[in-house]
């Protein structure tokens, strides 16, 4: 199931489907979030999806399997600078992003990745709504109730819509900003030390 | 063989009165370095093609109002020249600046200052061309289709609306085949798709019809309509006419770079339709009176090559005449912009089917099928894939359009990669077309 909101989910959803059986869907989410239009796009999609995961449900006679390992809970919340993390969902290797924030000082009060904990704060897939000042908006508030000093975004190459929002949470928040651009590879040895750089800023 | 003219040459034969060096002297050195097709036709295109500036500022002073159409490439243009008092161009097209003046006019600079930097497509200009604001007019209102787009221009764009730039959004959703069993339509390239897409997009659009009836002051009368449609399928079928005598020509007729900009005038007419129409007419009667006298631009074995995406080095398309090439067959995302509109359906409707047909909206895999239907046409004998830097599909899209042409067409496919000023990398494109086209030469013999 791969969700339309950018170029790379598109495309991968043709690789991927032409490297496997496994029943592929691929959600077109509307852009334009509150348009009419839009909100019949959505239903027609949601009726979609239903009658995809009723197919499939079939076929595995209801019993799911987890797709990937649970994500090992976080280190215990130490009080640091409070930050907001941000960027797209994160493969499982890079989550190991919160404990080296961890142990640089860097408190994650608010963790807008996937998975992440999305109650504390705005829908991360809201940057992707045209326009998405609303994200921001969103995000102010967060950072407004939940003491935020910093930003930490950890975001993929190839993922323009969280690179874009660098400029901008830089520009409308005024806290001070790390830029984290991820690679394919596990190795979070750079990143470490750009975080702990980061992290001396504030002592 | 009608040979080609450097700049100086090209203005002492027909530019006596505007030569194009006046463009030069104004920045846009980038001319000097290509070669042109010898002809007074050509002259006026190349014209007409620099002076777009002058005209939508012109219009202006004439107290027309100016719509920034993007991202579309072909469609909302129709709409905004149904009326007399629109002047609708894409400021898409502003991502040749850095081309045209090799750098040299701090746009790309402009746009990474504002957050924009150079892993984004060069069509970050864009934004440093706004930003600057000494280009083109700052349009009326700007329109821009969201969805199923290429995600730099999306944020670019969302970017230029934070800077000050407001825009109006419309949806454009992801092209897909219909589902066993729901009502579908064909467009006019033969793609099926669901009915229930066409409506969504004819709904957007009729908001879109509502911004433009909204700046020009008064309702779209029907009558107003068919003439729309009419003009603009007078441009679509011209330019679909001369892609497909110049590519299918026993000797090639008109040089790549002219057929390029020709591509390029069914977007938005370079901001005056009527003017487009006249030049597309006379590059015809010329390139039927080159076909008619067997004569050419190009050796008559040059090797017939297939272009995927447009180059933001304008170089690029003499450089693969040099190298022995011929371009029989494009894919520069604007196929949808010169297929004729179906006059029998509604406007709006007929619209919705073309916005439909872009060929980036949908799967990649379905674009190379299209691709490879003009390769068989034309019998291209190579194909080359020309990834924008920066450019999100670019990083996907390419491997899945090579396999599948190498699948089905069994011809050589290159892919690289053309940034907005190429002159350090020719020696390494020369040696890699070349090797293509030597690949591509038994096949072209048989």
Same mark, same amino acid.
């Given at each position: ?41 959505? #239903? ?21 399997? %987890? ?24 493969? $499982? ?77 830089? +520009? ?9 651009? $991820?690679? +394919? ?19 | ?7 100086? +040459? ?32 050509? =002259? ?7 002076? +777009? ?56 600079? /402009? ?10 497509? @060069? ?59 729901? %009502? ?18 004819? #709904?957007?659009?009729?908001?879109? $019809? ?95 090559? =297939?272009?995927?995406? @447009? ?35 509604? %406007? ?14 949908? %799967? ?16 291209? #004998? ?49 040696? /890699? ?14």
């Amino acid at each position: 199931m791969l969700a339309a909101e950018c170029d790379q989910q598109r495309r991968m959803a043709e690789v991927v489907s032409a490297g496997t059986s496994v029943p592929l869907r691929l959600l077109d989410v509307p852009a334009t979030g509150r348009e009419a239009a839009a909100g019949t796009m959505r #239903a027609a999609e949601q009726q979609r999806l239903a009658a995809f995961a009723a197919a499939v449900g079939d076929k595995t006679g209801g019993e799911s399997a %987890p797709l990937r390992p649970a994500v090992a809970a976080g280190p215990a919340a130490v009080r640091g600078i409070r930050t907001l993390l941000a960027g797209p969902h994160l493969i $499982l290797e890079h989550r190991e992003i919160l404990p080296l924030l961890c142990g640089h000082g860097i408190e994650v009060v608010v963790d807008l990745t996937v998975p992440g904990d999305r109650q504390l704060g705005p829908d991360p897939l809201d940057i992707f709504h045209r326009p998405n000042t609303g994200f921001y908006a969103q995000v102010a508030e967060t950072i407004r109730n939940n003491g935020i000093q910093a930003i930490v975004v950890a975001r993929y190459l190839w993922c323009d819509a969280w690179h874009a929002a660098v400029a901008r949470l830089r +520009e409308a928040t005024g806290l001070p900003l790390l830029d984290l651009e $991820l690679g +394919e590879e596990a190795d979070l040895t750079r990143t470490a030390n750009r975080v702990q750089a980061f992290a001396e800023m504030f002592r | 063989m009608t040979g080609k003219l450097t700049l100086a +040459e090209f203005d002492r034969r027909y530019g006596a009165v505007a030569p194009l060096r006046r463009f030069v002297e104004d920045g846009d050195i980038r001319l000097r370095r290509l070669q042109y097709d010898d002809s007074a036709a050509a =002259f006026q295109l190349w014209d007409f093609l620099m002076s +777009e500036e002058e005209r939508l500022h012109r219009a202006r002073g004439r107290g027309k109002k100016i719509v920034g159409v993007m991202k579309d490439l072909g469609t909302v243009a129709v709409m905004a020249y149904a009326f007399p008092e629109l002047v609708a161009f894409y400021p898409d097209g502003a991502w040749w600046l850095p081309c045209y003046r090799e750098m040299h006019d701090g746009l790309l600079d /402009r746009a990474a200052a504002a957050g924009i930097d150079d892993s984004f497509c @060069p069509v970050r200009a864009m934004l440093g061309a706004f930003l600057a604001g000494d280009r083109f007019p700052r349009p009326d209102l700007l329109l821009c289709s969201a969805g199923a787009v290429c995600d730099d221009f999306s944020t670019i764009v969302q970017r230029l609306a934070e800077c000050g730039f407001p825009v109006a959004w419309w949806e454009m959703p992801c092209r897909r085949t219909p589902d066993a069993g729901e %009502p579908c339509v064909r467009l006019a390239n033969g793609w099926p798709v669901p009915a229930g897409q066409v409506d969504m997009v004819e #709904a957007e659009l009729a908001r879109v $019809l509502g911004r433009l009836e909204n700046l020009a002051g008064h309702k779209l009368a029907g009558r107003d309509w068919p003439e729309a449609i009419r003009a603009a399928n007078r441009v679509r079928r011209l330019v679909a006419g001369l892609r497909a005598e110049v590519f299918a020509a026993p000797v090639c007729p008109l040089p790549a770079l002219e057929m390029m900009i020709v591509e390029m005038l069914a977007i938005h007419y370079c901001s005056d339709r009527d003017e487009t129409v006249r030049i597309l007419e006379e590059l015809t009667a010329l390139v039927r009176a080159r076909i008619a006298a067997g004569t050419g631009v190009l050796p008559a074995d040059a090797v017939r090559v =297939f272009w995927v995406n @447009p180059v933001a080095d304008l170089r690029m398309m003499n450089l693969i005449e040099e190298c022995g090439g011929r371009i029989c067959g494009t894919d520069y995302m604007v196929g949808h912009a010169f297929t004729a509109l179906d006059e029998t359906l509604p %406007p709006l409707a007929a619209l919705a089917r073309a916005a439909l047909a872009d060929p980036m909206v949908g %799967p990649a895999g379905q674009r190379a099928d299209l691709i490879a239907a003009e390769i068989e046409e034309y019998r291209c #004998a190579a194909a080359v894939i020309s990834r924008i830097p920066g450019a999100s599909h670019c990083a996907t899209e390419g491997k899945i359009i090579a396999d599948r042409l190498r699948a089905r067409c069994g011809i050589p496919v290159l892919e690289l990669e053309v940034p907005p000023l190429t002159d350090a990398l020719r020696p390494g494109l020369v040696t /890699r077309i070349s090797a293509m086209l030597e690949l591509a030469g038994p096949r072209k013999a048989r």
